[in-house]
Structure formats: structure tokens, C-alpha cells
């Protein structure tokens, strides 16, 4: 395994090579200007041309290229051409927004759509499998925008229930150490203060793990109909061994490993960001934070904040692969 590890590493730095050079081209291919955007388009053109070779924006696209990978390659993931400020420290709690709002998600979307899952193949064609797998389809086809509408309308407008914008109650701020609020209200024993993060993630992580769940659900269902018709499962069910042991000591594990699969890619995708549920409940996550650099012309933060996501995503992939062997040890890497 630890040789499969080392040359999956290896592979990672011929990855986020190409995914430099086709995020380059392409960011430099969005129509506008940089320094009119941040200057404005009355600003005089001596201003805009001073500003585009402080900037490098004047150079050939080779000599951009090569200086944003000598300074990635040392370390340097650039300054924001908007807010002067280093990338580095800048787009962590971005970072750290999206990872909470993920875990919370992701955690909602595989209890519920493993588990719904598990019961639609165990009971199968009953009432439950039917309204199950209907709410699935429901879950996969519902414009994520839409659902987080309702929430808003149902859940803070009229019930009044959990707040419907933002991380955490601006009139009692959070003293951040590691900006994940949770872990951060916890470290301070401010037992409000994360019931108040808690309560602000409710919302948008059903909205963005909804899709998930629905996938979850059904690829469980699946994978589980056709383990539950294999000649171990009757055996098992001869001994007399109980339904909740067969179900969920031996049928789920044989049937998870394409499950592990959805929920690995589901994860990378979630941390690459979801700008509309983002925008929704006003969430500072990185999705939004490249979203906005895109509207300023931003190339560092644009460039930077694709590679960290590309990443992490190859990372997830990576997880994923090494927990096959976890799940089933007659995989091998050899």
C-alpha cells in the first residue's frame, strides 16, 4: 500500500501541472481589464497602463505563467490583485467555511441515503421502497436554489426556527483559531456560541447535501438488491443469524464499495464549492470567494483558489482508493 501511496503522490505533480496551465489560459481568455475593473472605467489611461505593469499584467503570457509556477513552486501563492492581501492567509477561512459546511453535508447525505438505502433493498417494492426512491428522484431533480428558498421561507421566515444568512451571530463573534466555528466554540467552551454555529449550518447543509443523499440513497439500494440475492446472504440467513447482522454486517460492506465511490466524488465536489447555496445563505465559502475574483479580474486568487480545490479533490480520490482495501481486504495494490 505504501508504494501505491508514494507513486499516487507522484502522479499528483504532472495533475496540478496541467491543471495550472488550462486554469491560466483560460482565466486570461475572460473578457476585461484588471486595472479597469479595479481602477474604473473613468480612470485616466496613464493610471490603468501604470497599474497593468505593476501588476505584470503587460508581460507575455509565458513570462505570467512562469512567474505565478516559480512562486507556487516556492511556496507563494500570490497577492490579490483586489485586496492586496497574500492568498495564503486570505483564503483559509474561505477554505474553512466550505470544509464545515461539507462535512456537515456529506455526514447528513450518507446517514440518510445509506441507511434509506439499505431499507429500500431490505424491504423491497414495499411502501417505504417506493416513497423512498421517489423522494430520491425528487431530492436529484430539485434545483438546489429553490430548496434553499423554502428553507429560508419555512424554516427562519415563518417558523422562525434557525437563522437563514451567515456563519455565526455578528452581535457575538467567535474567536477563531482554526475558523471552523464549531471546533473553534468548542476550544473556548463557549457552549452557545456553537449551538448558534450548529444552528447556522442546519440549513444550507440539507440544502447542499440533499443531491447527494438522493444519489447515495439510490446507488446503496442497488449495490445492496444485488448482494442481498448472493448465496452467502441465504447461509448467513440459515444459521439463523439475525436480519440486522446480515443487513448491515455482511451485506453492507460487500455492497459499500461502490457507494465509497459516489460519496468520495460527491465530497470533491462539494469542497470545489456550491456558489449558489453559498450566495443563498450568504455563506463565506470558497466557492463565492472565487466567484467574486472572477467578477474583479482577480488571476491569483482565481488561479490559486482552482489549484487548492483540484487538489483536494485528487486527495478525496485518493482516500477513497486506500479505503477500498479498509472495506475489502481481498483488494490489493500490488
Given amino acids: 500500500m505504501l508504494n501505491y501511496t508514494i507513486r499516487r503522490l507522484l502522479m499528483l505533480v504532472p495533475v496540478l501541472l496541467g491543471m495550472t496551465i488550462i486554469v491560466f489560459l483560460i482565466i486570461h481568455a475572460i473578457p476585461g481589464d484588471p486595472a479597469e475593473v479595479i481602477l474604473g472605467e473613468k480612470a485616466s489611461e496613464e493610471s490603468k497602463q501604470a497599474l497593468r505593469q505593476e501588476l505584470k499584467l503587460d508581460e507575455p503570457l509565458y513570462v505570467q505563467y512562469g512567474d505565478f509556477l516559480q512562486k507556487l513552486v516556492s511556496g507563494n501563492l500570490g497577492t490579490s490583485i483586489r485586496t492586496k492581501e497574500a492568498i495564503s492567509e486570505e483564503i483559509m477561512p474561505y477554505l474553512a467555511a466550505t470544509l464545515e459546511l461539507t462535512i456537515v453535508s456529506m455526514a447528513f447525505a450518507v446517514f440518510v441515503g445509506v441507511n434509506a438505502g439499505i431499507i429500500s433493498a431490505w424491504k423491497q417494492n414495499s411502501w417505504f421502497d417506493y416513497a423512498s426512491m421517489l423522494i430520491a428522484l425528487i431530492g436529484v431533480s430539485m434545483p438546489v436554489f429553490w430548496l434553499g428558498l423554502m428553507e429560508q421561507w419555512i424554516f427562519s421566515l415563518k417558523l422562525q426556527w434557525l437563522p437563514s444568512i451567515g456563519r455565526m451571530n455578528p452581535r457575538d463573534p467567535i474567536e477563531t483559531v482554526t475558523n471552523l466555528y464549531t471546533i473553534d466554540a468548542m476550544l473556548a467552551g463557549r457552549w452557545d456560541q456553537l449551538w448558534t454555529a450548529v ?39 440459515s444459521k439463523g443469524m439475525s436480519q440486522f447482522l446480515v443487513i448491515y454486517k455482511h451485506a453492507l460492506r460487500n455492497a459499500f464499495i461502490p457507494v465509497l465511490t459516489v460519496i468520495g466524488l460527491q465530497t470533491g465536489m462539494l469542497l470545489g464549492g456550491a456558489v449558489l447555496t453559498e450566495t443563498i445563505f450568504a455563506w463565506p465559502g470558497i466557492g463565492r470567494y472565487i466567484f467574486d475574483a472572477i467578477g474583479s479580474r482577480d488571476y491569483p486568487v482565481i488561479q490559486t ?30
Fill in 199 to 237: 444552528k447556522h449550518l442546519i440549513l444550507p447543509g440539507i440544502a447542499l447535501g440533499t443531491i447527494p443523499m438522493a444519489i447515495i440513497a439510490r446507488m446503496t439500494r442497488s449495490s445492496m438488491l444485488e448482494v442481498l440475492r448472493s448465496d452467502y446472504i441465504r447461509t448467513a440467513r
Fill in 305 to 334: 483558489g482552482i489549484l487548492v480545490i483540484a487538489f483536494l479533490f485528487v486527495m478525496i480520490n485518493l482516500l477513497v482508493d486506500l479505503l477500498y482495501h479498509a472495506v475489502d481486504p481481498r483488494i490489493r495494490y500490488d
